[in-house]
């Protein structure tokens, strides 16, 4: 069974940083994309970043120059690092997993949190 663990989310002051972790299991799981998406209380959820096999990047207009998606292809693992947040960034943030058959797989979701 496929299982997707995040970490690092938290509570943050307007222009402070986060970094964010998903880690896919089991090791031998053959991935494609791996990404991130958030959802804010009463709004869809949406597209943050993506990072294929081949690390091609994909970003979300609203997120561009300051957060950055890397993934450690023999870990499994997907990273969202988040600088120069702001209050509207506050969302649950969502780790996905696509494998080479086009199943989607998500994370439970980790709470990000930045004051004005």
């Known amino acids: 069974q496929v299982q997707l663990v995040e970490s690092g989310g938290g509570l943050v002051q307007a222009g402070g940083s986060l970094r964010l972790s998903c880690t896919a299991s089991?090791?031998?799981?053959?991935?494609?994309?791996m990404g991130w998406y958030r959802q804010a209380p009463g709004k869809q959820r949406d597209m943050v970043a993506v990072i294929t096999t081949g690390s091609s990047t994909t970003y979300a207009d609203s997120v561009k120059g300051r957060f950055t998606i890397s993934r450690d292809n023999f870990k499994n693992t997907v990273y969202l690092q988040m600088n120069s947040l702001k209050p509207e960034d506050t969302a649950d943030y969502y780790c996905?997993?696509?494998?080479?058959?086009?199943?989607?797989?998500w994370g439970q979701g980790t709470q990000v949190t930045v004051s004005s």
């Open positions: 996905n997993v696509r494998d080479q058959v086009g199943h989607d797989y």
């Open positions: 089991p090791s031998w799981f053959a991935i494609n994309a």
